[in-house]
């Protein structure tokens, strides 16, 4: 019987050869034991032993000869075949389109949402906390590195602007090589730059080299801090795109949950390591351990692939199919080969394919051949009016959320100074600040001095005291209690942008949030308590920090693929602009005139959310490959 049933098989596939069976699909018939049988496509096959039929399910019963007539098999005959065959003879029907060739948006909506891109977002979301751990870092060392460095006012001040510049220097630099090279590589080379630079300067023993090393991890986080934004997005569809990059603002809110816990842990430790000329103590323990997560998050990205979007802009488009095949595989749990787009459609907006140069001297002139492109792209209409838009907003953002934002914890400070020795009366923020301020005559000095009135110089000179630093190289634990308390406030703003990012009009998210932290900006000059101090600024936090989330994701739906990496950047690098402008006017203007840089900041971000009435209703990108038609070609 065994004969007579190989016989029967080895019929089978001599039919197959000579394409009688031109319907149906080949099956290994070399190993009996492992091989599926697949039958033809949108119908099933049943060996049923109880009738001793070889049928198909659809409507014919018959042997492969001839399926318009049933034939009769022998029992044994079937049994034999279950015997050879214990897995079910059945494979069930496949919707597949008919037409396998698709747009990118469409592609990336048929690779589905699940397991990929729940550990993608994850991903990205632990590179901005590591960029919030900078961006930080500098409020709980400064106390400690005060007392180690003797450093002055005005060289603490340096510092924080020396983060702030790196920043700025490498925004645009960062942009175009992304956009020529790639994100993915950018994001994983900067961010092991970043852990090492952090890891040496830890190491440092004067103010000069700290400035150096704070100004170099300013100009690499910058590069993730931007680019984290356009490489989550484009690994989304239209629909999903803004909720995820509105939810990766959470991790950001996050790293300001946790840093100030681990200074609190770290910073008072009484560790210290002196020898070989090198002092080693808690504060630079802290910075060392800061280094280790931006190191570990840049290893783990190595295993994630390029953004597919880019590849297809870069005319890859069979390496970006790869990677949607990889992605639909991990979130269905099916077969690469089961991923119903075999050819991705290479639109104008994506057909950007050139030779690449060969030497170092062909691969310079590429270079700055693409940033001159890219700079013209985006300085030029229709993208131009969007450019300034953008930058503008993100400005008046970030001078509020740099400027005011960072100088809250001084004025608890001085609300809590000013309780101490005036236990039972309530103050307004200027009063306390005219209690705590300088005298009258050294401010007059100060503002002469600054308008160029030399005459004035000696009086300051001789106003201001020399008197002795005292250095605890602590912190206040009230510092971390209202941090941990605003920051937990702002997590809710990172929820609601995220709900409410794809069921609003793209103006009234940032409209609102804007208009409201400006309100509340300036509802400071109202306070009367540190109570009222902490809501004021619970309120003021979170609504400029969902502004910024916001206009992240606003950033990455208006421009195009081709320069969306150098757009954020270019806005980010204004906002940067904006906080160090904030920062120098605060410190300037805060102990002479409190109503100036209040009223000032509000009044800017006000500004900023009336400009956000300017923002297009829809989608920019496909309106400006109708109008531009690509213009980096």
């Known amino acids: 019987m065994e004969g007579i049933l190989t016989s029967f098989l080895q019929e089978i596939k001599v039919r197959w050869a000579t394409k009688e069976y031109k319907d ?230 996050v790293s300001w949950l946790i840093l100030p816990g681990l200074a609190w842990i770290l910073i008072p430790l009484p560790f210290r390591f002196e020898g070989y000329g090198i002092l080693f103590n808690s504060w630079r323990l802290f910075l060392a351990v800061i280094a280790i997560p931006t190191f570990v998050v840049a290893l783990i990205g190595m295993r994630y692939p390029e953004s597919p979007e880019f590849l297809l802009s870069r005319g890859k488009p069979e390496e970006a199919l790869k990677v949607l095949r990889e992605i639909y595989a991990i979130n269905t749990g099916h077969s690469q080969h089961d991923y119903p787009v075999n050819a991705l459609l290479v639109d104008e907006k994506h057909s950007h394919k050139k030779e690449e140069p060969v030497g170092s001297l062909g691969v310079l002139s590429s270079l700055l051949t693409k940033i001159w492109q890219q700079i013209c792209a985006i300085t030029s209409p229709p993208l131009l009016k969007y450019s300034i838009l953008c930058c503008t907003i993100y400005f008046a953002n970030m001078f509020g959320y740099f400027g005011l934002g960072l100088w809250l914890p001084e004025l608890f400070n001085r609300f809590e100074t000013y309780y101490k020795l005036h236990p039972n009366k309530s103050v307004a923020v200027c009063e306390l600040i005219s209690n705590t301020e300088v005298d009258r005559p050294l401010a007059q000095a100060i503002i002469s001095t600054i308008n160029g009135n030399t005459s004035n110089h000696d009086l300051l000179l001789e106003t201001i005291p020399a008197l002795p630093v005292i250095c605890t190289g602590s912190i206040d634990e009230r510092v971390f209690i209202n941090t941990l308390t605003i920051n937990s406030v702002c997590l809710l703003g990172n929820f609601i942008a995220g709900y409410l990012s794809d069921r609003v009009g793209r103006r009234t998210m940032p409209v609102t949030t804007m208009l409201l932290a400006g309100v509340f900006g300036c509802a400071i000059y109202l306070v009367r308590s540190a109570s009222q101090n902490l809501i004021v600024a619970c309120l003021y936090s979170l609504c400029i920090t969902t502004a910024n989330i916001v206009l992240n994701s606003v950033v990455v739906d208006i421009f195009p693929t081709e320069i969306g990496a150098i757009a954020i950047c270019l806005v980010t690098c204004f906002g940067r602009l904006g906080a160090i402008a904030s920062n120098l006017i605060f410190g300037l203007l805060l102990d002479i005139s409190c109503e100036v840089p209040i009223f000032l900041v509000g009044g800017i971000i006000i500004l900023g959310g009336l400009l956000g009435f300017l923002l297009p209703l829809s989608t920019v990108t496909s309106k400006l490959d109708q109008d531009n038609r690509n213009v980096l070609a």
């Open 24 to 253: 149906c699909t080949p099956y290994d018939f070399g190993n009996m034991n492992s091989a599926t049988p697949l039958l033809p496509l949108g119908k099933t096959a049943n060996l049923r032993s109880d009738h001793s039929r070889f049928a198909w399910s659809d409507r014919h019963s018959g042997d492969l000869r001839n399926p318009e007539k049933a034939t009769e098999l022998p029992g044994n005959l079937a049994e034999m075949v279950h015997k050879l065959h214990p897995s079910p003879f059945t494979v069930e029907k496949i919707d597949r389109p008919t037409d396998e060739r698709a747009n990118f948006e469409k592609a990336i909506s048929l690779c589905g949402y699940g397991r990929f891109h729940y550990g993608f977002v994850l991903l990205c979301g632990m590179i901005l906390v590591c960029v919030g751990f900078q961006n930080g870092v500098s409020a709980y060392i400064l106390p400690s590195a005060e007392c180690d460095l003797r450093l002055t006012s005005e060289e603490k001040g340096l510092l924080n602007v020396a983060f702030l510049l790196g920043g700025v220097l490498g925004s645009i630099l960062w942009g175009v090589l992304s956009d020529a090279y790639g994100r993915k590589n950018l994001l994983v080379g900067s961010l092991l730059m970043d852990s090492i630079v952090m890891f040496i300067g830890s190491f440092s023993q004067s103010f000069k080299v700290l400035l150096v090393f704070r100004a170099i991890n300013g100009f690499t986080i910058g590069c993730p801090g931007a680019l984290v934004y356009t490489y989550v997005g484009e690994f989304h569809n239209e629909k999903r795109r803004s909720k995820s990059v509105c939810y990766l603002g959470f991790f950001w809110t």
